[in-house]
Antibody
Framework: EVQLLESGGGLVQPGGSLRLSCAASGFTFSTYAVSWVRQAPGKGLEWVSTISGSGATTYSADSVRGRFTISRDNSKNTLYLQMNSLRAEDTAVYYC????????????WGQGTLVTVSS | EIVMTQSPATLSVSPGERATLSCRASQSVRSNLAWYQQKPGQAPRLLIYGASTRATGIPARFSGSGSGTEFTLTISSLQSEDSAVYYCQQYDNWPRGTFGQGTKLEIK
């Protein structure tokens, strides 16, 4: 059974940093691209960042480029999101999600972790 | 950026009836279109990919159609557990997939 379990969310002040983790199981982690998708309270879904299976290639939305860094440790089956220079508008539930196949939709999602940026 | 527009924003349908949800892309996304279901407090769940292929374990009452810029999700014989928000997502310019704003489906 595929499982994705996020952790690391919490309350942080504007300008602060936070590191999210996503522990994966039930599939060959290194074979698949994985992503972070966020959802602000009461709002829709927004793609944040994606990393290839090998970790060699990363992609980020304009809204977070230069502030957020996606990475992965295939030996630990874990995905990360390092978030720096956080802003109030980054407040959201952050989901990790697995690509169904390269260039495809997200077939599995974690339960999400809430990040609140507030003073 | 490809903009996805869903309609209606809210849909109220009686149990046993059919619900039709629409999604329009600002430019062609071919058949690279997915539908997700999200219930309150839960993560999204993949229903349809490739515009018309049901994901694993999805009941046959869910069906998708369309290509290019116009897409439809049809839920036949609605059940109470189908109450949720439904999102479409294009992944034609993967990984920069964009989502629609969602349609809230209410069961009368």
């Amino acid at each position: 059974e595929v499982q994705l379990l996020e952790s690391g969310g919490g309350l942080v002040q504007p300008g602060g940093s936070l590191r999210l983790s996503c522990a994966a199981s039930g599939f060959t982690f290194s074979t698949y691209a994985v992503s972070w998708v966020r959802q602000a309270p009461g709002k829709g879904l927004e793609w944040v960042s994606t990393i290839s299976g090998s970790g060699a290639t990363t992609y980020s939305a304009d809204s977070v480029r230069g502030r957020f860094t996606i990475s992965r440790d295939n030996s630990k089956n874990t995905l990360y999101l390092q978030m720096n220079s956080l802003r109030a508008e980054d407040t959201a539930v952050y989901y990790c999600a697995k690509d169904r196949d390269l260039g495809e939709a997200f077939d599995y999602w974690g339960q999400g972790t809430l990040v609140t940026v507030s003073s | 950026e490809i903009v996805m527009t869903q309609s209606p924003a809210t849909l109220s349908v009686s149990p046993g009836e059919r619900a039709t949800l629409s999604c329009r892309a600002s430019q062609s996304v071919r058949s690279n279109l997915a539908w997700y279901q999200q219930k309150p407090g839960q993560a999204p769940r993949l229903l349809i990919y490739g515009a018309s292929t049901r994901a694993t374990g999805i009941p046959a009452r869910f069906s998708g159609s369309g290509s290019g810029t116009e897409f439809t999700l049809t839920i036949s014989s609605l059940q109470s557990e189908d109450s949720a928000v439904y999102y479409c997502q294009q992944y034609d310019n993967w990984p920069r997939g964009t989502f629609g704003q969602g349609t809230k489906l209410e069961i009368k």
